[in-house]
């Protein structure tokens, strides 16, 4: 069945240092990541994506890894800070386009 | 930067009475989704929409729900008998392409049966 979910709840890291989030997904068939913040009162936004024929991906402080033989990724933010604070989504897209959320990691930085 | 709107940002609604929510997509995306978020719970997907029709609807999507696009600008997420466990955060979402594009969510709309 399709399903994505997250290793933790909560994350909380002292602002500077990285942060890794962690998502485990079911569906070996799945090609596509993406991996969403949400703010207070705010809809999903968009972070940083892969597809299946990488491993890895990085934008501005982010990176996507992904682990395909253990259906694993994570996204790490280096020098996190106050303003990241948010719950993090990893999201696979069915070939339909529908999105699937895992639970969502909530990450507090302390200052 | 183009955005995705909704509106309102907060209904509030007697049990049993229609709702329409509404959404303006990104202007030259062509795919559209309604997804929800139960408070505290993560984000479900609803229904999409393309081409003037229902691409794929969730178990969800049941016959109280219908979503329209009555003109080139605007779409809309129908319920038509609220429930007390239809009160959750609703997000429209908009995409160019289908499935290989990133879906952009608006600021959601917040509804509360009582």
């Known amino acids: 069945g399709e399903s994505v979910g997250l290793h933790l709840p909560t994350l909380s890291v002292q602002e500077g240092d990285n942060s890794i989030i962690n998502c485990a997904y079911s569906?070996?068939?799945?090609?596509?990541f993406i991996w969403y913040k949400q703010e207070s009162g705010k809809g999903p936004q968009f972070i940083i994506d892969?597809?299946?024929?990488?491993d890895k991906r990085q934008g501005q402080r982010v990176t996507v890894l992904l682990n395909k033989t253990v259906k694993h990724l994570s996204l790490q933010i280096a020098a996190t800070q106050p303003g990241d604070s948010a719950v993090y989504f990893c999201?696979?897209?069915?070939?339909?386009?529908?999105?699937?959320f895992g639970q969502g990691t909530e990450l507090s930085v302390k200052p | 930067e183009p955005e995705v709107t909704q509106t309102p940002s907060h209904q509030v609604t007697q049990m049993g009475q229609e709702v329409i929510l509404r959404c303006v997509p990104i202007?030259?995306?062509?795919?559209f989704y309604w997804y929800r978020q139960i408070l505290g719970q993560k984000v479900e997907f609803l229904v999409s929409?393309?081409?003037?029709?229902?691409?794929?609807k969730s178990e969800i999507f049941d016959d109280q729900f219908s979503v329209e696009r009555p003109d080139g600008s605007n779409f809309t997420l129908k319920i038509r008998s609220t429930k007390l466990e239809d009160s959750a955060m609703y997000f429209c979402?908009?995409?160019?392409?289908?499935?290989?594009?990133?879906?952009?969510f608006g600021p959601g709309t917040r509804l509360t049966v009582l």
């Open positions: 892969i597809r299946s024929n990488m």
């Open positions: 929409f393309y081409n003037n029709e229902i691409s794929e």
């Open positions: 202007s030259n995306h062509l795919y």
């Open positions: 979402a908009s995409s160019p392409l289908l499935g290989t594009d990133t879906q952009y």
């Open positions: 999201a696979e897209i069915n070939q339909g386009g529908k999105l699937i």
């Open positions: 569906n070996s068939a799945s090609d596509y």
